[in-house]
């Protein structure tokens, strides 16, 4: 078994890594204005594009939004949300406003649902109108939950608890919201365990854990500078999709590429060929699915200048077959929710197809056992 950790915070003389006592994670996107990067391209997609000063400004607007519902510092939030300009709004303006946003599989049943909202006593959960039906009488039973804030079109009559329009309820909240008097330690968000070992287990990450893993991993390994453009294929909602999509393209001033519904060929090919991504975050079966799909024969590849993959052992084979179509060689990594993002890889100019590599600067890694 491989186990790896962070370094003790703050930072580490590996990597660099500092942060002050005072420190809100939104800072990874609100940097940005600083920075002088506010009409820069943040995200876009089939559900839009925002500027880094209009996500800022939605952010603002949902944490506003949600202090006004009577939550208060620590409080959770439950994210149940597909990948569209809303997520980061919600998660930064959730984080912002020093609540602590849960982000949840948007394929869990009512019943695991049940118990994510039971167990973080979460009394506000944000979802995609696509989802609303969801929190049905079974996900909501025995719950703390009082309101639903529906995104991206209207709510259901099926949810069992009041709803709110996000599009009307925004409009109506006032900004600028200045960050909450956040420590670099305290809780900024939750993520789940797949579970593997009876229910699935609440992973707590602090402040500082987004910068860490950019710091540790993206600088080191993905290179990326304002003129990039991510895209993930695996969704925010997993540790792996929040890093690929936000925390990366966010700490650098790039873009990212958000793809919302089921992530099939045709439509990754399509967002390729439009979006013109210049990095590509998938998972060995997504490659093999794209390798072998009918698109696949005279794809639209140019723009990419990097594939990674982690999450599944990557096998010759399927190295071989993307290599042959995009005339890329792709980057393996291992990672974990628990650690957030990729601890162990391969690097662009080292690969070993079937190895997850080497040990990222800023953690340790031990061999347990044989």
Not at 140 to 162: I, K, M, R
Not at 187 to 215: C, E
Not at 323 to 335: F, Q, T
Not at 341 to 365: C, Q
Request: glycine share 8%; charged share 15%; net charge neutral.
């Amino acid at each position: 078994m491989r186990d790896a950790v962070p370094r003790s915070a703050p930072g580490t003389e590996e990597i660099g890594f500092t942060v002050p006592e005072r420190y809100n994670a939104s800072a990874i996107l609100f940097d940005n204005l600083a920075a002088g990067r506010g009409d820069r391209c943040a995200v876009t997609g089939p559900a839009g594009t925002r500027t880094y000063a209009e996500l800022a400004a939605d952010a603002e607007r949902f944490g506003a939004g949600l202090l006004s519902l009577g939550l208060r510092s620590g409080n959770r939030v439950l994210l149940f949300l597909d990948d569209t300009p809303a997520y980061p709004a919600a998660l930064f303006g959730a984080i912002r406003a020093g609540l602590v946003p849960l982000l949840i599989n948007t394929l869990t049943p009512p019943d695991l649902l049940q118990f994510y909202l039971s167990d973080s006593q979460a009394s506000v959960a944000v979802t995609d109108a696509a989802f609303a039906g969801r929190f049905d009488a079974t996900a909501c039973q025995g719950t703390q939950l009082e309101t639903l804030v529906v995104v991206n079109g209207h709510g259901t009559a099926s949810a069992a608890v009041p709803t709110l329009a996000a599009s009307a309820w925004l409009a109506r909240q006032r900004t600028p919201l200045p960050a909450a008097d956040t420590q670099r330690d305290d809780m900024a968000f939750w993520m789940y365990s797949s579970g593997s070992t009876g229910r699935p287990k609440g992973i707590v990450h602090l402040q500082h854990d987004m910068a860490f893993t950019h710091q540790s991993y993206a600088r080191n390994l993905l290179g990326l500078t304002e003129a990039d453009v991510c895209f993930s294929v695996p969704k925010i909602f997993f540790a792996y999709g929040l890093g690929n999509s936000l925390t990366f393209p966010f700490s650098v001033g790039a873009s990212s590429v958000l793809l919302p519904g089921q992530p099939k060929p045709a439509a990754i090919f399509e967002a390729v060929a439009r979006y013109r991504p210049t990095v590509f975050f998938a998972l060995p079966t997504l490659y093999t699915a794209l390798t072998k799909a009918p698109e696949a024969k005279g794809a639209e590849l140019s723009s990419l200048r990097l594939a990674v993959s982690a999450a599944e052992i990557l096998s010759a084979d399927v190295f071989n077959a993307w290599k042959a179509m995009s005339g890329l060689e792709i980057v393996e990594g291992l990672g974990s929710t628990e650690v957030l993002h990729i601890y162990l890889s391969n690097t662009p100019t080292l690969k070993k197809p079937g190895a997850a590599g080497k040990r990222v600067p800023g953690y340790e890694v031990v061999l347990k056992d044989a």
